[in-house]
């Protein structure tokens, strides 16, 4: 168990970014397709973060066309180039999964000044 526990933090990024449940953040994420290689902006509400090491991922949500897409990142992977924050979110829950009820205004967040 030691041995997996030394592989693991071998693989956790020490630069991790740093951002909160309700923040709206700007994921570069690399995309293969066969032999090329193109990065692919994803931009989002975090409405869950869970895990920790190297096994922690956090979820955005956006909603694009009035379809809600959700997508799961895992926070140290390579293929995560870079998390941006776009804005500060002011929120007193966890995890936000209520917003996925919501529509137009409702389903904002609001802004921590």
């Given amino acids: 168990m030691d041995a997996l526990k030394t592989i693991a933090a071998d693989s956790v990024k020490a630069d991790a970014p740093q951002f909160r449940i309700g923040d709206t953040v700007k994921v570069s994420v690399n995309i293969r397709e066969g032999q090329r290689e193109r990065i692919q902006m994803f931009e989002g509400t ?3 973060k869970r895990g920790s090491g190297v096994a922690e991922t ?3 949500r956006r909603v694009s066309y009035g379809v809600g897409i959700e997508r799961v990142f ?3 992977s ?3 180039r870079n998390v941006q ?3 500060r979110g002011k929120v007193r829950r966890a995890k936000l999964y209520y917003l996925r009820d919501r529509v137009g205004k409702a389903a904002k ?3 921590l000044v």
């Fill in 85 to 87: 924050v776009v804005r």
């Fill in 74 to 76: 895992p926070l140290h």
């Fill in 78 to 80: 390579p293929n995560v």
């Fill in 58 to 60: 956090f979820t955005v």
């Fill in 109 to 111: 967040v609001k802004e």
């Fill in 46 to 48: 975090v409405i869950a």
